[in-house]
């Protein structure tokens, strides 16, 4: 493959390669200028040269075709820096891909070329050399996890840097293991454990937790551009873009700017999550309405049964040729339905309802809180303080009875001054209860009370910014 800067890749072959035979060297940068760069036609007859006394015995020479074909990649991805391919050479001496120089090379491996290099150059104080020593660190990981993700996230797990239950640890790696050739960010998982041998000699019981954990490292590298984003967000517990986008940016960035060091990379994080989820809920809508149908017979032949199982299998055979984890009855469940009710919808009230609660889940969170990003969790949110007062919320149906039940309003703002202490409020009612009692419950005022009882609830100043 021919690039731009041919005059630069031509200078690292030389450089590195020298130091081993220079006329070869030499012989080999004149074959891939006249090439255009191009490694495949450089290589089409080149064979690895035979022992002699100046140079190293077949098997470790720098000028094997694969070390070539490693040290033009590695070249590609760190930027024809010589010193960085140097330093890899170096570290893994043996490697004869780059697979295995992300396996073989890990954060303090990495941090050591860094400093190695912060040591050649220009003089500086210790915590600017740190400073400067640790920002190279995390390029160098950023550079090698977008050139070889799965390994990358292979040599992660071995080091313990990602947070996943300690049951599924192992057979993960295990996983990932038996085929080189797996990419995760463009294999599904489903097509990785549908041919591994590890995979089918667990239990059935095991099974389940570490296809779940697969899947939440695909999501999360997909929302990850660098190696310690994926560490502090699997860490947070905030593994999906859904997660991420139901958190106002703000709180986001709040809670997620220290573990990552830079508020720009968490913005661009939830940035790339929300644009992900408008993404996903487009093409779901267009599914589902591709598959629905228009209703117009001229345009798809009508809702027949048959109609609707001819649009279904053209939809899954795209799929299938896509390579997507998803198809139609993955998404929707089965497909033999008729058209729900308002009650049921994404627009119902009750969607609304689950909605606002979520709301209230997501905001006003402490950058600290331990639990930012646990969705099982309602510590120190304004849900919790919601809860704690009426906790029959959490546990009301989201039934179309429900739904449909409709409540007068002045009832709920009766409720509201119910629950407020009067100020300066006089007679024989002296807190919100009996205040309660005495307009809702007392038989001798009614179903509402009296003329004297009505003014005195506008004697109560509520607060409401506070919550309910």
Known sequence: MAFKDLTGRLAVFKDILSEETPALANAFALRLESANGDIDRALADWSEPSASSDAPSPGRSLLRPEKLRLFNRLAGIFGDDVDVLKGVHSACPEAT???????????????????????????ATSAS???AASARTASLRQKIFRGEPTATIQRMLADDEIALSRETHLPVQKILDEDATFNICTTPVSSLLRDSHAFKHLSDEMKPAVESSLKTLQRVQALSPSPD?????????VTSAHQ??????????????KTLGSRELATSIHQHAVASRIRNEGFLVSALQ???SSGLRVIDGGATKLGVERRSLAFNQAADGAK???????????????ECSDCTSVYSPASYYVELLEFLRHNNLKPDNPHLGN????????????LRRRPDLACLELTCENTNTLIPYI???????????????????DDANSLHRKIFDDDEFGDHGTKDDVSLITQFRPKFCQLI
Not at 244 to 249: G, V
Not at 411 to 429: K, Q
Request: with cysteine; proline share 3%; hydrophobic share 40%.
């Open 244 to 257: 991420i986008s139901n958190m106002p940016m703000e709180h986001f960035v709040a809670g997620l700017e």
């Open 411 to 429: 009832d709920l703002a009766l409720d509201l001054f119910s629950t407020s202490r009067p100020e300066n409020a006089t007679g024989v009612v």
């Open 324 to 338: 997507t984890q998803v198809n139609l009855e993955k998404l929707f469940g089965s497909l033999d339905y008729c």
């Open 290 to 292: 591709t598959v629905r």
């Open 229 to 237: 984003a994926l560490a502090a967000l699997t860490k947070q517990g």
């Open 375 to 386: 969705p099982t969790s309602v510590k120190g949110t304004q849900l919790e303080q919601l």
């Open 129 to 131: 050399a740190a400073s």
């Open 97 to 123: 891909s780059t697979r295995d120089v992300a396996l073989g090379l890990g954060k303090n491996d990495f941090s050591r070329l860094a400093r190695s290099e912060s040591r050649r150059g220009v003089a």
